[in-house]
């Protein structure tokens, strides 16, 4: 069975300081891993997207995610958050051994972004 | 940019009625899904759909639910009898692939059924 946790249900952060939304993962074999975005109003957004290869990823916007795998977790990252990047983050997770072709989502980790 | 458009944005229904979720996904996507968010909890897959039928479920999907694509470009969800643990954000998306494409989500239509 493949699963995700994010276990933080809001960050803060200060305009221009780095930040961090964590996701950790459960599968069998090994993991592709994507970060959305929701913004208010808006459907989910990609963001990026871990399948193989080097452990850093980019994506748009300037995030990156790091995938660890012995630590199971794939956080998303920036060096120098915005006010206009506070929005709802999302984790996905999908086990490619695992027979589906479905990813499971997290339940959401919401962004603010003080000026 | 393409988008996936769902309507109606919100809707609200009286329980044991029929509702009919609409969503138009990006032209040349073959993958269509639906999802749902209840309000606090996890974004849960509930149906795909490709080829005209569908691909996979959850074990959300039963037979209160369905889904059709009545011609090229719409692809509708239909609650026959809703409950009022229906009520959550219903996401509709598509994907070029289903390997490991990236989804394009809606902005999802709202339902409270009361």
């Known amino acids: 069975a493949q699963s995700v946790a994010q276990p933080e249900d809001q960050v803060n952060v200060a305009e221009g300081n780095p930040l961090t939304v964590k996701c950790t993962y459960s599968?069998?074999?090994?993991?592709?891993l994507f970060w959305y975005v929701q913004y208010p109003n808006r459907g989910l957004q990609f963001l990026l997207k871990?399948?193989?290869?080097?452990?850093l990823v980019k994506g748009s916007y300037g995030f990156e995610a790091e995938f660890n795998k012995s630590q199971t977790s794939f956080h998303l990252k920036k060096p120098s958050a915005l006010v206009s990047d506070s929005a709802l983050y999302f984790c996905a997770v999908r086990d490619p051994s695992g027979g589906s072709y479905i990813p499971t989502f997290g339940r959401g980790t919401s962004l603010i972004v003080h000026p | 940019e393409p988008e996936v458009t769902q309507t109606p944005s919100h809707q609200v229904t009286q329980m044991g009625q029929e509702v009919i979720l609409r969503c138009v996904p990006i032209?040349?996507?073959?993958?269509f899904y639906w999802y749902r968010q209840i309000l606090g909890q996890k974004v849960e897959f509930l149906v795909s759909?490709?080829?005209?039928?569908?691909?996979?479920k959850s074990e959300i999907f039963d037979d209160q639910f369905s889904v059709e694509r009545p011609d090229g470009s719409n692809f509708t969800l239909k609650i026959r009898s809703t409950k009022l643990e229906d009520s959550a954000m219903y996401f509709c998306?598509?994907?070029?692939?289903?390997?490991?494409?990236?989804?394009?989500f809606g902005s999802g239509t709202r339902l409270t059924v009361v």
């Open positions: 032209s040349n996507h073959l993958y």
């Open positions: 871990y399948i193989t290869g080097d452990n």
């Open positions: 599968v069998s074999g090994n993991p592709y």
């Open positions: 759909f490709y080829n005209n039928e569908i691909s996979e």
């Open positions: 998306a598509s994907s070029a692939g289903q390997n490991h494409y990236g989804y394009t």
